[in-house]
């Protein structure tokens, strides 16, 4: 998510592995890679989901990105990441790989800008042909209807490239939203929109970012960002959307509001930056969302290798 950061006079010190950020530290998280450069990162991918009565149903979901820079202009570079499974993963279970082509090096190709922000998927119909292929595979061998309509869907959702860029390489979206921007050590915030699960208009958030360690040692700078929905400002979106979802009924409608007001959504992403080459040695990411009846996780910890 791209929003203009304000640049600020004044900042405050923090203290890390018995060091100081330096008073007014600032960090510009650009890239200094070269052509053929080639990095792996580890990723793990978690969910949970959580009920009403406290059941539980956990994800976990290891696997490798290998990223190469392939080209490259004064303007711009052309990177390729593969998804791969780690080789233990393949031994014990030898068949299941072939049933993911996703994480069984299926590449995506796009372009960052020269300070590393990201521009554009140039692969994007390959990318989104492979998922497809993958929930195909999935799929139990005479499915029925209901089945077959979630793969019509998903066609029909994944049809632009802007719908592959948001929904289908969260993981390189993650690694990239940093770049081109300069960050303090005073928090900074902005005011943002996050995408609305119901439908319209966007949800009002708060969004903050800060660097809280420097590890002069490694040249590592630690940059949080957190995102948080107003709920101050959810009020008056509310109407708007019972609205247009056409209940009739008071009491769904008065279930429906409330549903909507215990509507809760934060994120909290913390990256480790060497400041020297660009790149990124750790990166994680978690998002909690909440309602009345559940409570959903999910998380990505991107760690260089």
């Not at 989901?49 to 290891?62: E, I, K, Q, V």
């Not at 690694?175 to 005011?191: D, M, N, P, V, W």
């Not at 969004?207 to 960002?225: A, G, L, P």
């Amino acid at each position: 998510m791209k929003i203009t950061l304000s640049l600020f006079a004044f900042a405050i010190s923090v203290t890390s592995l018995g060091q100081s950020v330096p008073r007014d530290s600032v960090v510009d998280c650009v890239i200094h890679w070269r052509l053929g450069e080639k990095k792996t990162y580890s990723i793990i991918h978690e969910k949970t989901n959580a009920d009403r009565s406290g059941n539980r149903t956990p994800f976990r979901f290891l696997y490798e990105a290998h990223i190469s820079v392939i080209d490259s202009s004064s303007q711009s570079f052309t990177v390729k990441w593969e998804f791969g499974l780690p080789e233990a993963f393949k031994t014990m279970h030898p068949h299941l790989s072939d049933s993911l082509p996703v994480f069984n090096g299926m590449p995506m190709i796009f372009k960052i800008s020269n300070n590393g922000a990201f521009v554009t998927l140039v692969n994007w119909e390959q990318v989104k042909e492979t998922y497809i292929r993958q929930m195909e595979m999935s799929l139990p061998r005479n499915p029925d209807s209901v089945a077959l309509a979630s793969i019509k869907a998903a066609e029909q959702m994944f049809n632009s490239k802007e719908a592959v860029e948001s929904s289908l390489i969260k993981e390189i979206q993650l690694f990239h939203t940093l770049y081109g921007y300069q960050f303090t050590t005073r928090e900074t915030s902005a005011e943002t929109q996050l995408p609305n699960p119901f439908g319209g208009e966007g949800f009002p958030a708060h969004q903050t970012y800060q660097i809280t360690n420097y590890d002069k040692r490694k040249d590592i700078y630690t940059i949080v960002t957190k995102l948080k929905i107003d709920k101050g400002n959810l009020n008056k979106i509310i109407d708007p959307l019972l609205k247009k979802m056409n209940i009739q009924d008071d009491g769904s409608i008065e279930e429906a509001r409330n549903q909507l007001k215990s509507y809760n959504m934060e994120d909290y992403t913390e990256y480790h930056f060497t400041k020297s080459t660009g790149w990124i040695s750790r990166l994680f990411y978690a998002r909690t969302v909440s309602t009345a009846i559940t409570n959903q996780s999910e998380s990505f910890t991107i760690e260089l290798k």
